[in-house]
């Protein structure tokens, strides 16, 4: 089972210590559906403030083990960042797809002052800074690689089989709620082209954070917090 050596710890723990501290949130938001009091009622507001703490934690805890460099044709990923944030959006834009107005709303408490701000970055933080590093680190950093041979720091970045592109696109998508299923199989794939074509893993972690700041930005322009 992966997860055994030291190794496979500083790949897989960030994103399992990520998704972890999701667990207490749908519980309270299980329990105390309808409560007025926000802390359970409303779980997304410090479970995601929450997550970006532990998965920063976690990738500081390791950072050595990822021997990052500046990422190999920068270019490509940022191209591939902004293709998959149309895919992203299309639904919306493009196909007349309703607006998805129920979510992360970063006004929640309150339209100005430093709680808002303070809402507001804290989401930021999490959307383009921990989470790609924390998927990137796992999906294309390790599993990419340990489909193909369970000694995967043996195994050069961007190493292609169809195993491992198949299985690493669907857990990806899996990882999203439903009807993010469409777009996320395409950005997967496009992800996965991302460590093909660069074999660069700060390459995978700057196109995810270009999508995900270009997404944070439609959000806020738009008010669709559905989308993050």
Known sequence: MFGATPHEKAYVGPLFGFLAVMLPG???????????????AEPRY??????????????????????????ARAWFAILIGVIALILWIA???????????????????????WPYYLNTGLRFVRLVIIVPFVEEIFW????????IDDDFLDVPIGAFSWKSF???TAGFTL????????AAILTGMLFNAVAYYTRSLSA?????????????????????????
């Open 26 to 40: 749908l519980l309270a938001e299980w329990l105390f559906k309808g409560h007025s009091f926000w802390m359970v």
């Open 166 to 168: 198949g299985i690493v």
């Open 140 to 147: 294309r950093g390790f599993l990419l690689r340990y489909l």
């Open 175 to 182: 990882e999203h709620t439903f009807p993010d299923w469409p």
């Open 91 to 113: 639904p919306q834009e493009f196909l007349g797809v309703a607006p998805r107005r129920d979510g992360f709303d970063a006004g929640f408490f309150g339209p100005a002052g």
């Open 46 to 71: 410090w479970v995601c403030p929450l997550q970006a703490l532990v998965g920063g934690i976690l990738i500081i805890r390791w950072w050595p083990e990822y021997k990052l460099r500046p990422p």
């Open 204 to 228: 995978c972690v700057l196109t995810h954070a270009v999508t995900n700041l270009l997404l944070g930005l439609y959000v806020m322009h738009t008010g669709q917090w559905g989308f993050w």
